[in-house]
């Protein structure tokens, strides 16, 4: 059964770092684009990065450019998002999403308050 795992989400404070990994199980992600998206609550669910299957083209929500990085080790079937310079907007539930199978993952919750 195919799923996808994310984990790192914590609590911040304005200005420090998280990176989040999503693990997937059941499949391998080598041949997949994949997303990290994030949903505040009272917001819908919002684009914040993808990556190709080969993680040698990137794109970001212009709210994070600059701030975080997505990443993946298809090796470990795995893929990470560092995010750094944390604001409270920032605060939201994190998912990824695999979009050729329609597969999310529960998601992790990110924090940032002082």
């Known amino acids: 059964q195919a799923q996808l795992v994310e984990s790192g989400g914590g609590s911040a404070q304005p200005g420090g770092s998280l990176t989040l990994s999503c693990t997937a199980s059941g499949f391998t992600i080598s041949a997949y684009e994949m997303r990290w998206y994030r949903q505040a609550p009272g917001k819908e669910r919002e684009l914040v990065a993808h990556?190709?299957?080969?993680?040698?083209?990137?794109n970001y929500a212009d709210s994070v450019k600059g701030r975080f990085t997505v990443s993946r080790d298809n090796r470990k079937n795995t893929m990470y998002l560092q995010m750094s310079i944390l604001k409270p907007e920032d605060t939201a539930r994190y998912y990824c999403?695999?979009?050729?199978?329609?597969?999310w993952g529960q998601g992790t919750q990110v924090t940032v308050s002082s």
């Open positions: 990556i190709n299957s080969v993680g040698n083209r990137k």
């Open positions: 999403y695999v979009p050729l199978y329609d597969y």
